[in-house]
């Protein structure tokens, strides 16, 4: 079943009616909605959810990394040119801590499958 198509005064007029925002210049435009198993899939590609990735690897072990003293109280960020660990860490003495022991951390995230590449922690404040 095809919607109505109105001219741009009247879906004006319709969106007053409603207590909705006006539609911007030009005609309003209408396309068929996009099926969800569709763009599913198409994210499923692009991203490869399924598929392993050091920053998964990180996440799954992260308790066995830090321990859950720290653990609870630090997060990875991100992987900056695949070998640098941002970490987010907001308690000042908790990042010189990790400063200070990150041969050991980094030991515990080399060991791991998908993470040999990583030689550098760096913690930042969030």
């Not at 005609?27 to 692009?46: D, G, Q, S, Y």
């Not at 997060?75 to 003495?93: C, D, E, G």
Request: proline share 6%; charged share 25%.
């Amino acid at each position: 079943m095809n919607p109505m198509r109105f001219s741009r005064s009247v879906e004006n007029l319709i969106a007053d009616f409603k207590g909705l925002p006006r539609t911007a210049k030009g005609e309003a435009h209408f396309r068929e909605p996009t099926e969800l198993k569709h763009l599913l899939e198409v994210l499923n590609e692009r991203y490869k959810f399924q598929q392993d990735s050091p920053e998964r690897v990180l996440v799954e072990n992260w308790n066995r990394i830090f321990g859950e003293k720290y653990a609870q109280r630090c997060s990875p960020l991100r992987i900056v040119n695949q070998n640098t660990l941002i970490v987010a860490i907001n308690h000042p003495v908790l990042r010189s801590n990790l400063m200070m022991e990150s041969r050991t951390y980094l030991a515990r995230i080399q060991e791991l499958p998908l993470c040999d590449s990583i030689t550098r922690i760096v913690p930042r404040a969030c």
